[in-house]
Nanobody, 124 residues
Framework: QVHLVESGGGLVQAGGSLRLSCAAS????????MGWFRQAPGKQREFVAG????????SYADSVKGRFTISRDNAENTMYLQMNSLKPEDTAVYYC?????????????????WGQGTQVTVSS
């Protein structure tokens, strides 16, 4: 079993930055591929970014490419999402997810474990 806890969400003006964290426990973190997803009101949960077990490979949704950066610290059992140049359309609940595989997936159903989510609100 894996327990994931997100933090770092909040209210920010357009153009601002936030850094989300996802702390993991319960299983060797370096054995988990990780992903960030988000869900806005009335919309489906969507892939934001993914990172392999080692952190050597990452992937981003086109909507955040060049603005967001995913990273992980396996020694600290933590994953991060640095979000810059935020836009009102980035407003959503952000979730971290884990799967006991080498590679991430951009499909939510491929993940076994989820955090409770953290709210990000970007005002215009």
């Amino acid at each position: 079993q894996v327990h994931l806890v997100e933090s770092g969400g909040g209210l920010v003006q357009a153009g601002g930055s936030l850094r989300l964290s996802c702390a993991a426990s319960g299983r060797t973190f370096s054995n988990l591929a990780m992903g960030w997803f988000r869900q806005a009101p009335g919309k489906q949960r969507e892939f934001v970014a993914g990172i392999t077990r080692s952190g050597g490979s990452t992937s981003y949704a086109d909507s955040v490419k060049g603005r967001f950066t995913i990273s992980r610290d396996n020694a600290e059992n933590t994953m991060y999402l640095q979000m810059n140049s935020l836009k009102p359309e980035d407003t959503a609940v952000y979730y971290c997810a884990a799967r006991p595989m080498l590679y991430y997936s951009n499909s939510a159903i491929e993940y076994n474990y989820w955090g409770q989510g953290t709210q990000v609100t970007v005002s215009s």
